[in-house]
């Protein structure tokens, strides 16, 4: 099991409407990958939303993939997600930013795509039905694998046009492309992840015990899987979770009982409005129910809401979370209730003495899979015209025409 950090520029209260605030917000949330590179930690996800206000003020993570790869070796970066409607981001762009992303940080981009986050957000682009968006996903998707791979790229779809042909630059680095993702909700959306051979990322907000179900229709369907949708297939299941863990017991059991826990969740509730309500779930701006107790805490944790206690504590309770089937688990910082100097520390303990215990393989799995991709395409779908060949180049081009 490999582990990952999740930053989605969350800004509560008050803090959302200061400029400055927010500056302190998303420079420190930067420091977190950049801290987690050195203690093991395999993944930093960044989430993409459009005016929800202090739920996510992290509306553009493309930009800021840079300034963590440059300060970084080994930890990966995904979007979380990139959103595939063309209304939103024109499929020749994501395909631009994809690519571009995968030069710059070396290989290390995970791409992670969806559907955006309720009617809120996406009618910020002027979509007003959200079921439009799943056809939008389906068109877009295989078009941008294609423009992966040919030189001569056009397309006359339903949603997008590319009426003649082009080469969509640059291509991606090395072998393959970057590993595909979607964003999962109901089981057959993870039977659809499974069949098409990309990673399924959840973003649960219930026990993770609970989703078994869901990650056995991914694993059934993945297991079938003969042809999938880009070069390889990326046969993962990543699942979010919250975890309070610092060498001080007591320090990590005040956090979780703290007043304030789950007033992320009531935002969800309320801009998240084409996700299936939980029962007993609070809206914003309803009280968050919280962690009342000691005795509550503890039943949170046996149910698996979340990790909580002292690197040995959190150690015993994370071996049941490979029983559920989970390939890679992410924790969303900051978790409510942490100072930022706990964050750090919270990042440097669990990464030093929690992970070394679970994920002993130094290889990231994607970089694995993404070893064995193979073209899905000609490198041109027509016939090329006749033209004529420059008898010069500049004396420093990389490859000579000769």
């Known amino acids: 099991m490999e582990f990952g950090l999740f930053l989605n520029g969350y800004l509560p209260g008050p803090a959302a409407h200061d400029t400055e605030s927010e500056h302190t917000m998303l420079m420190r949330e930067l420091q977190y990958p950049v801290h987690a590179d050195k203690f093991n930690w395999k993944y930093v996800w960044i989430g993409e939303h459009h005016g929800l206000t202090e739920y996510s003020h992290m509306s553009a993570p493309e930009t800021v993939f840079g300034y963590i790869a440059a300060q970084t070796e080994r930890i990966h970066m995904g979007s979380a997600i990139m959103n595939l409607s063309p209304v939103v981001n024109h499929p020749v762009r994501n395909a631009e930013r994809v690519a571009m992303l995968d030069h710059i940080t070396e290989g290390r981009y995970e791409w992670g795509t969806g559907r955006g986050a309720g009617s809120h957000e996406v009618a910020t682009f002027g979509i007003m039905d959200t079921s439009e968006t799943k056809a939008m996903w389906d068109e877009a998707a295989p078009e941008i694998l294609r423009m992966f791979e040919q030189k001569d790229y056009s397309f006359e779809g339903q949603y997008f046009k590319v009426p003649t042909p082009h080469n969509i630059l640059p291509k991606p ?22 069949n098409l051979g990309i990673g399924a990322i959840a973003f649960n907000f219930e026990p993770i015990m609970n989703l078994k179900g869901r990650i056995d229709s991914y694993k059934e369907a993945a297991a079938e899987c003969t042809e999938p949708i880009g070069q390889f297939q990326n046969d993962n299941v990543m699942m979010t979770n919250a975890v309070v863990c610092l060498e001080d017991r007591d320090r990590a059991r ?62 015993e309770q994370i071996a049941r979370y490979q029983d559920v089937g989970t390939d890679q688990l992410v924790f969303g910082i900051p978790n409510e ?8 520390e919270m990042i440097e303990v669990f990464g030093s003495q929690v992970i070394p215990n679970f994920d002993t393989d130094p290889e990231h799995s994607t970089t694995r899979m993404r070893a064995a991709a193979k073209p ?9 015209p006749e033209f004529e060949m420059p008898e010069v180049i500049p004396e420093n081009a990389l490859i000579p025409l000769s």
């Open 254 to 315: 005040e956090i979780a009982i703290s007043s304030g826990r789950g007033y992320l969740n009531t935002m969800v509730t309320m801009y998240h409005d084409t996700m299936p309500k939980m029962e007993g779930a609070v809206t914003w701006p309803g009280r968050p129910n919280g962690i009342a107790d000691e005795s509550t805490l503890d039943w949170a944790i046996e149910a698996g809401y979340l990790l909580c206690g002292n690197p040995d504590e959190v150690n």
């Open 173 to 194: 680095y090395g072998t393959g492309h970057p590993p595909m993702w979607v964003a999962c909700g109901n089981p057959a959306t993870f039977a659809k992840a499974g």
């Open 376 to 384: 899905k395409y000609p490198t041109f779908a027509g016939d090329l």
């Open 337 to 344: 209730g942490f100072q930022h100097e706990e964050v750090l």
